[in-house]
């Protein structure tokens, strides 16, 4: 990505990245329809009440392959492959180690991480379970994160793809089977998404190693570099801080929702689900712009830099202006969606949730613009502070708010971090945008 027309760059990077993360939320919003339409709104529920801590290690696991990924794009783009060989290696190991870590830790404090975040007593039990089972596929998560980081920073992103479209059906089918047809509850969703999570693995790993010669290791250079784990250490702490700094203020946010009772819990597990849904073109441009900047500003190629966040910018303002209309429009149909008796009550939840949502959704597209651009440049504790000053101000909202406007609180409560991490981060990218605008008129 370091020369050539820009624009196709970045859509033809991005594309495959967005078609991945929607198999990814569409094997994960599976779960919750599959849930809610068959077992009922407690088991729904379950799942909300679950989705939070999952989400801090699979995120956690992504920040650290992030952070990886960027050290990685900055030695492909300079050139310098016996490095970036070693780079991969220590990542892989210094990165398996600490998730076998993750597993134990999660398969032992489940329960008790759950009722400190007061779960209501009668769905416990499952969220426990399907819980655990999760926690026992992180490996097979990671294992993939870190070859599809591998590949994305070489800017190929659509090897893995494919693989995870194929595991997205696979998954689906297996929720339908588990869940509905041998009624085996959540647990059988949660073990339907770690099979899922094996097989995009290791079909990804098979895959690398076939058909990448770069990427083949001799015994002798799969080693544990000391230097680069410091290096990558810091890259991958601050990523990985900054990607569970978001999900553990949402499992904060969750405290403040299940004291509301079973229907606002799975209401709100519903809309998050749609938020995740919608946001995830808007993330992946975001990841567009880290690669793209790490790539040109490992090449020292700064006006290429700066008109590639021109470009992800316009993405950004056509991609929310289609979007926010039907949102509005659709909301009842979109929150019916998840369950089969279209109580009146979940649905009217949920609705007042979307319908402000909807007119807010270019504040995270231009966030995660401006995040994609600090990461690609290495400034990693840019976005770190950004996304702490919007959770903060995001969870003192919504335990501010919900208890008075329900719904429509964490809705204004998202409004209110977005404010909080624009104000941080607007004022260093001026400075930075400024620098590189100089440079490249030089």
Same mark, same amino acid.
């Given at each position: 990505?370091?020369?050539?027309?820009?624009?196709?760059?970045?859509?033809?990077?991005?594309?495959?990245?967005?078609?991945?993360?929607?198999?990814?939320?569409?094997?994960?919003?599976?779960?919750?329809?599959?849930?809610?339409?068959?077992?009922?709104?407690?088991?729904?529920?379950?799942?909300?009440?679950?989705?939070?801590?999952?989400?801090?290690?699979?995120?956690?696991?992504?920040?650290?392959?992030?952070?990886?990924?960027?050290?990685?794009?900055?030695?492909?783009?300079?050139?310098?492959?016996?490095?970036?060989?070693?780079?991969?290696?220590?990542?892989?190991?210094?990165?398996?180690?600490?998730?076998?870590?993750?597993?134990?830790?999660?398969?032992?404090?489940?329960?008790?991480?759950?009722?400190?975040?007061?779960?209501?007593?009668?769905?416990?039990?499952?969220?426990?379970?399907?819980?655990?089972?999760?926690?026992?596929?992180?490996?097979?998560?990671?294992?993939?994160?870190?070859?599809?980081?591998?590949?994305?920073?070489?800017?190929?992103?659509?090897?893995?793809?494919?693989?995870?479209?194929?595991?997205?059906?696979?998954?689906?089918?297996?929720?339908?089977?588990?869940?509905?047809?041998?009624?085996?509850?959540?647990?059988?969703?949660?073990?339907?998404?770690?099979?899922?999570?094996?097989?995009?693995?290791?079909?990804?790993?098979?895959?690398?190693?076939?058909?990448?010669?770069?990427?083949?290791?001799?015994?002798?250079?799969?080693?544990?570099?000391?230097?680069?784990?410091?290096?990558?250490?810091?890259?991958?702490?601050?990523?990985?801080?900054?990607?569970?700094?978001?999900?553990?203020?949402?499992?904060?946010?969750?405290?403040?929702?299940?004291?509301?009772?079973?229907?606002?819990?799975?209401?709100?597990?519903?809309?998050?689900?749609?938020?995740?849904?919608?946001?995830?073109?808007?993330?992946?441009?975001?990841?567009?712009?880290?690669?793209?900047?790490?790539?040109?500003?490992?090449?020292?190629?700064?006006?290429?830099?700066?008109?590639?966040?021109?470009?992800? #910018? /316009?993405?950004? !303002?056509?991609? $929310?202006?289609?979007? +926010? %209309?039907?949102?509005? *429009?659709? =909301?009842?149909? &979109?929150?019916?969606?998840?369950?089969?008796?279209?109580?009146?009550?979940?649905?009217?939840?949920?609705?007042?949730?979307?319908?402000?949502?909807?007119?807010?959704?270019?504040?995270?597209?231009?966030?995660?613009?401006?995040?994609?651009?600090?990461?690609?440049?290495?400034? #990693? /504790?840019?976005? !770190?502070?950004? $996304?702490?000053?919007? +959770? %903060?101000?995001?969870? *003192?909202? =919504?335990?501010? &708010?919900?208890?008075?406007?329900?719904?429509?609180?964490?809705?204004?409560?998202?409004?209110?971090?977005?404010?909080?991490?624009?104000?941080?981060?607007?004022?260093?990218?001026?400075?930075?945008?400024?620098?590189?605008?100089?440079?490249?008129?030089?």
């Amino acid at each position: 990505m370091t020369r050539g027309p820009i624009t196709p760059q970045i859509v033809t990077y991005i594309v495959p990245l967005i078609i991945g993360n929607l198999c990814m939320l569409t094997y994960n919003m599976a779960d919750s329809i599959i849930v809610g339409r068959v077992v009922g709104t407690d088991a729904l529920a379950a799942l909300g009440a679950a989705s939070p801590i999952m989400n801090i290690m699979l995120f956690l696991m992504v920040g650290i392959c992030l952070g990886m990924s960027i050290l990685m794009g900055h030695f492909f783009g300079s050139g310098d492959i016996p490095k970036l060989k070693r780079e991969i290696s220590t990542s892989m190991i210094a990165g398996g180690v600490f998730t076998l870590f993750i597993v134990i830790m999660g398969l032992f404090f489940s329960r008790d991480i759950l009722r400190l975040m007061r779960t209501p007593s009668n769905i416990l039990g499952d969220a426990t379970s399907y819980l655990q089972i999760i926690f026992g596929g992180l490996v097979f998560s990671f294992i993939y994160n870190i070859y599809a980081s591998t590949l994305r920073s070489m800017g190929n992103s659509s090897a893995s793809l494919y693989f995870l479209i194929i595991s997205a059906v696979l998954n689906i089918l297996m929720d339908i089977l588990f869940v509905a047809v041998w009624k085996i509850g959540i647990r059988g969703a949660a073990v339907a998404t770690v099979i899922a999570e094996l097989l995009s693995a290791v079909f990804c790993m098979v895959y690398v190693h076939q058909k990448f010669p770069i990427l083949k290791f001799a015994r002798h250079e799969f080693v544990f570099d000391w230097s680069l784990f410091r290096q990558t250490v810091s890259f991958s702490a601050t990523a990985a801080l900054q990607q569970i700094t978001l999900q553990i203020g949402k499992f904060l946010i969750q405290g403040a929702v299940n004291p509301l009772g079973v229907y606002t819990i799975g209401a709100f597990n519903a809309v998050t689900r749609i938020d995740d849904l919608i946001m995830v073109v808007q993330q992946n441009i975001g990841h567009g712009t880290t690669g793209f900047m790490a790539q040109n500003h490992g090449a020292s190629k700064v006006d290429r830099m700066r008109k590639g966040f021109l470009v992800g #910018l /316009k993405l950004v !303002l056509l991609y $929310t202006a289609v979007l +926010m %209309v039907p949102v509005f *429009v659709f =909301a009842p149909q &979109l929150v019916g969606a998840f369950v089969s008796d279209k109580d009146p009550q979940f649905i009217s939840e949920g609705v007042e949730y979307l319908r402000i949502m909807a007119f807010l959704y270019l504040l995270p597209g231009l966030t995660n613009l401006l995040q994609g651009y600090f990461r690609g440049v290495g400034r #990693l /504790k840019v976005t !770190l502070g950004a $996304t702490t000053a919007q +959770m %903060v101000g995001r969870v *003192v909202a =919504a335990y501010a &708010l919900a208890h008075f406007l329900g719904m429509r609180g964490f809705a204004l409560a998202c409004l209110v971090g977005w404010i909080c991490m624009l104000a941080y981060e607007l004022p260093i990218f001026r400075k930075s945008w400024k620098k590189i605008s100089m440079l490249s008129r030089s």
